[in-house]
């Protein structure tokens, strides 16, 4: 892959005398791979001399994707000067971040109306899509690339490219989540630490923002970027290759760059690492390739796409804070992003309402009077009913404590918000956690008439009994006639779906969160997933991302007469299908037969109750 930085410094642009080797424009660089893929990596005013070179080059349709890690100025500035889209026959395709509520057309166009310039976003001549990203990968051309939140007051991405045997990760505008690895302090990795760490494991470049030193750090806290020390020390650790130094503040002349340069390159030295450190400046071209292929991250297809369902979704926080002030600083926090906080009086009441409110992240005060947080985490954790082992949970702390954070996250907890700060910051950080698990996971609503739907379960007698030939028959005809590895006949029951047969799988039942069955009783017919990775229901399930890795699902809905559907018959396979309507048809006729020996209760046959 091919690199060329257009842009490097921060905040705002700076030339002049001062900043002639490492440059004045804002934050852009471009990427190609070697079959010609264009990215451009944010659109600050770099972006400028870019797209006249592009446009100069000659070569037309100009046809590229830009990834734009947020939206504050400094990083959009350059888009209404950025030549190729104003040329008709070009087709550019714009991807950024979605918060909850504004969307990236919103923003761009914002700095394009009447009062700020000539020129609206409709009125250019080429043809732009535009992308609302959260986390996950996507294919853009032949390069992979996997989104991620970085730690910032606006909601921003960061981006690992992939492609051509080699990888590139652009992390500007991130702030530490640890003020003692901002400060130069050596710290275990933990929580989102050691998330950005795997983020940019392995990679031959990063370009990292390295806006401020440890001295400075105390005075910008808050301010969303990294310091040099930080960068040097997170590369090293996840052994990075190459380390650029970028976003440079605008107050910083040249040589006062290079001075950072020396310091960081002395770091390096002092734990007798490899790694190579510059400071990215203008014009600067690097050719990348591996001489060992980077581990790339795991794939998702595609499941950085924002699912437009979400954005009138309501999400659930649970809160258990003893402080008034502190619940009225988060309700503050997130008032305008249709987010329900939900307030726990009494610790132990956690599990329960995790169970019955599914929230999409849980906020916990630690030191709170007669809770332990540690043995709350822990037992959130344990609880697979409660859906708690991948839901955010978050803690609420006055200050930073390396050892017992450490103690926390083994025990199961996700981060930390450090308090106080600003309610940008909460806000930001509160939405990064929500997306963040939200997106790619749904569980299913219950049925209208849930309620008798599951007496009618329990009258059925069918629940945790033994294995019977009956049933187990039809689940084998289903793996052999459809070609499965996995064929089961599952209960729904009010927390989990039961199987009273299976073939392929060990488990006895999974939590209903987790069930696929549990969307299938939703519907009259045959649900069908051709490919769970690609389905934002299912992405990031449990079943999918680990055993039995899940990507074919059919099921059809079992009834017992009357009422929604108390199971199913289904199958699963580990790579990704389609049924035709024969096959469907087949299940449905298999399903019937079931149906058949559900109603059968004869005399002669006892079957043993199991003992849960």
């Known amino acids: ?145 996997t989104a991620q939140y970085l730690n910032h007051p606006a909601l921003t991405l960061g981006y690992r490219l992939e492609a ?19 400060e130069g302090n050596q710290a275990p990795f933990a929580g989102d630490e050691a998330r950005h760490a795997r983020f940019i494991s392995g990679a031959d470049l990063v370009i990292h923002d390295a806006q401020y030193t440890a001295d400075e750090y105390p005075a910008k806290r808050g301010w969303g970027h990294s310091t040099v020390e930080y960068a040097v020390d997170v590369a090293a650790s996840a052994g990075v290759r190459r380390l650029a130094l970028f976003h440079h503040d605008p107050m910083r002349s040249d040589e006062a760059i290079d001075q950072l340069v020396a310091r960081a390159r002395q770091r390096i030295a002092q734990t007798h690492g490899a790694m190579e450190i510059f400071a990215a400046a203008e014009g600067q071209a690097l050719e990348l390739s591996s001489p060992v292929r980077s581990r790339p991250l795991p794939a998702r297809e595609d499941t950085a796409r924002w699912d437009p369902a979400l954005a009138k979704s309501i999400h659930t926080v649970l809160v258990a804070v003893g402080n008034p002030q502190i619940h009225r600083f988060l309700e503050d926090a997130v008032a305008d992003d249709g987010v329900r906080l939900l307030p726990v009086r009494d610790c132990d009441a956690i599990p329960a309402m995790v169970r019955s409110e599914r929230p999409s992240l849980v906020l916990l005060e630690h030191g709170l009077k007669h809770c332990d947080a540690i043995k709350v985490c822990r037992t959130l954790r344990e609880d697979r009913s409660a859906g708690g082992g991948d839901l955010p ?13 450490q103690r926390e996250a083994e025990a199961g907890a996700t981060d930390w918000l450090i308090l106080p700060c600003s309610k940008e910051y909460a806000r930001t950080r509160i939405r990064a956690w929500i997306l963040r698990e939200a997106c790619r996971w749904k569980i299913a609503p219950l049925p209208d008439d849930e309620e008798q739907r599951l007496r009618s379960l329990q009258e059925s007698g069918l629940l945790d009994t033994e294995a019977e030939e009956r049933f187990d028959r039809f689940t084998r005809i289903a793996a052999a006639l459809f070609e499965v590895p996995i064929a089961f006949i599952s209960l729904v029951d009010k927390e989990r779906q039961w199987f009273k047969s299976r073939q392929g799988m060990d488990a006895t039942e999974t939590p209903r969160d987790q069930a696929f069955c549990a969307h299938a009783i939703l519907r009259n017919d045959v649900m069908q997933v051709s490919d769970a990775h690609a389905d934002e229901r299912f992405a990031d399930n449990p079943l999918v991302a680990r055993e039995p890795h899940v990507r074919f699902y059919a099921g059809a809905p079992l009834s017992l007469g009357s009422g929604s559907p108390v199971g199913t018959l289904c199958v699963v396979d580990h790579r990704p299908r389609s049924f035709d309507e024969d096959q469907l048809s087949l299940l449905r006729d298999l399903s019937k037969l079931v149906e058949r020996e559900f109603q059968i209760k004869p005399a002669d046959v006892a079957v043993k109750r199991t003992t849960i």
């Open 164 to 182: 051509d045997g080699a990888s590139i990760v652009y992390s500007t505008d991130h702030e530490p989540y640890s003020t003692h690895r901002a």
């Open 1 to 145: 892959m091919l690199v060329r930085f257009w842009g490097t410094r921060g905040s705002i642009a700076k030339p002049g005398s001062t900043t002639v080797r490492y440059g004045g424009n804002t934050s852009c660089v471009e990427v190609r791979s070697s079959s010609g893929t264009l990215v451009v990596l944010d659109c600050g005013t770099g972006a400028l001399g870019l797209g006249q070179a592009l446009i100069k080059d000659g070569a037309l349709p100009v046809n590229g994707h830009m990834l734009i890690g947020h939206t504050h100025w400094d990083h959009i500035q350059g888009f209404p000067f950025f030549a190729p889209i104003f040329v008709a026959g070009n087709e550019w395709h714009i991807y950024g971040p979605r918060g909850i509520g504004i969307s990236l057309r919103e923003s761009l166009s914002g700095q394009m109306q009447g009062s700020y310039f000539p020129v609206a976003l409709r009125d250019l001549g080429a043809k732009l899509h535009y992308h609302d990203l959260i986390e996950g990968t996507l294919e853009v051309g032949d390069i992979q690339v």
């Open 393 to 405: 949970i978050v803690l609420l702390r006055t200050s930073e404590n390396p050892l017992d954070q």
